[in-house]
């Protein structure tokens, strides 16, 4: 089992900048398929970005592609880097652990997470 935090959150401006961390404990992070998803007020929870075990694949939501990086290290840390942030990103954004395996498409759902961390607050005003 992998316990999962999450940090970074805020509140900015439209066009500004936030990175999330998603801290991992547990001895089996690294074999992990990972992923960000996000929540906003009144809809469902969404896919946004996901990434491979070793680090070297991701995939993203075609509403952050070209704004959003995810990536990780060796230091069970997960992180999503957010560009040009617009007000239509504003969610809560959970990290997970997904148990399936990295397929290079975007079509993963929150009913491929494992484990979920307990979110945090993202806020873009126009």
């Known amino acids: 089992q992998v316990q999962l935090v999450e940090s970074g959150g805020g509140l900015l401006q439209a066009g500004g900048s936030l990175r999330l961390s998603c801290a991992a404990s547990?001895?089996?992070?690294?074999?992990?398929?990972m992923g960000w998803f996000r929540q906003a007020p009144g809809r469902e929870r969404e896919f946004v970005a996901v990434?491979?075990?070793?680090?070297?694949?991701t995939t993203y939501a075609d509403s952050v592609k070209g704004r959003f990086s995810i990536s990780r290290d060796n230091a069970k840390t997960m992180y999503l880097q957010m560009n040009s942030l617009k007000p239509e990103d504003t969610a809560v954004y959970y990290c997970?652990?997904?148990?399936?395996?990295?397929?290079?498409?975007?079509?993963?759902?929150?009913?491929?997470?494992?484990?979920w961390g307990q979110g945090t607050q993202v806020t873009v005003s126009s």
């Open positions: 990434i491979s075990w070793s680090g070297s694949s």
């Open positions: 547990g001895r089996t992070f690294g074999s992990y398929v």
């Open positions: 997970a652990t997904l148990r399936t395996y990295y397929s290079g498409s975007a079509r993963y759902t929150p009913r491929d997470a494992g484990s």
